[in-house]
């Protein structure tokens, strides 16, 4: 499959899994759910992930991507269809907590193949510049997911919104389709058979470390994904106003990687992931005391333009340092780790939001960035010194 047509498939299957969890949270909202409600309700995109995510991966180094891809594409088409289906007055919030199950699984299915594909496409001096490729693409899908699901929202209704995901299921679908002829790939795989612990990874101390860190990384990337629509719904922004917000955020990410090729001539990996967890923890604080339409859209610029540069270089990090053999089922356990915060997250700090309001939720992830940033430092000084002893 050819890197362009990859990664226009990553951004379909991106867009759709946005386009959902936008639309679920405001949809919810709107029906005068409480913080903690809609704390449950996204916290469960990750349930069923936290569970299986490393079985996936070792599945995918055993059978290749095409076929988890094609049943990741299928599960998030059948999620988004369940709220057009079933209706608020017949079903009340049932179908979002199902579709919220169907489209987190689904949409690990895909990512896992495609980041375990894209490494076996890249040769390790060019893997950093593939991968900011890669992310560019989810980028572009991560602005027009909640962009998109605003306009319609405001325009038509919050049922509708979910044709988007749908349509765009059915699009990747197609690409998927026409791309199978060119699903085998070279790499070494795996015997299905072959029984492995996957927490034998966290014996490899440059991946542990790199696995703890990515989990505070993406732990502040998803939970703004929580805490924008609730705090913008609170100061009276619109759907699409709030949609516009988390684009700007997605655009950030994008103007970023455009510049990563650039600035990983002259940055290490471990000095981006100190900057980028540092710019989490000021602009969340900061977040709380905004209630200008204007200032939102700039802070959530700055926030994209920090975490936006972290993957790139995580993913990077991740291949070179898993086992041979081992990636997809290394990249299913940062998952793993990934989707336990976003299971717990999303119900402590919608109980805390209940309890003490949003601010709260927004202080504590900053607390807990920068606590990143110190973690990131001491890894940081620990190389330098071991380069200096070489």
Known sequence: MPIVRFISLAALCHLAFVATRFSV????????????????????????????????????????????????????????????????????????????????????????????????????????????????????????????????????????????????????????????????????????????????????????????????????????????????????????KIGFILGSFALATFAIRLLMPLLTKYTTEWQILISTLACASVCFFIFPFIETYLFFLLIAFVLGLGLGSAQPNIMTLVHSTAPEGRIAEALGLRLTIIHANLVALPLIFGAFGAALGTSAIFWIISALAFGGVLLAIKKKKHLNSADIKK
């Open 25 to 240: 949270s405001l949809y919810a909202i709107d029906k005068d759910a409480s913080t903690f409600t809609v704390g449950v309700i996204l916290s469960l995109f990750s349930v069923i992930p936290m569970l299986i995510s490393v079985r996936i991966g070792k599945w995918i180094d055993s059978v290749g991507p095409f076929i988890p891809t094609a049943v990741g594409i299928f599960l998030t088409g059948t999620g988004a269809i369940l709220p057009l289906v079933f209706s608020y007055e017949t079903a009340d919030l049932a179908p979002l907590l199902v579709s919220a199950c169907l489209v987190g699984t689904g949409f690990t299915f895909s990512i896992l193949s495609m980041q375990q594909y894209l490494g076996e496409l890249s040769a390790p001096g060019k893997r950093a510049m593939v991968f900011s490729w890669f992310a560019m693409g989810v980028s572009i899908s991560g602005f027009l997911g909640p962009v998109l699901g605003g306009i319609i929202i405001d325009e038509f209704s919050h049922r509708l919104s979910f044709l988007l995901p749908l349509v765009v299921s059915v699009c990747a679908g197609l690409v998927l389709f026409f791309a199978q002829k060119n699903k085998r790939t070279t790499a070494n795989r795996v015997s299905s058979s072959k029984i492995t612990n996957p927490f034998q990874l966290f014996r490899y101390k440059e991946l542990r470390d790199v696995l703890i860190i990515t989990g505070l990384i993406s732990m502040c990337w998803d939970l703004q994904n929580f805490v924008i629509p609730l705090h913008g719904s609170k100061v009276g922004l619109s759907a699409s």
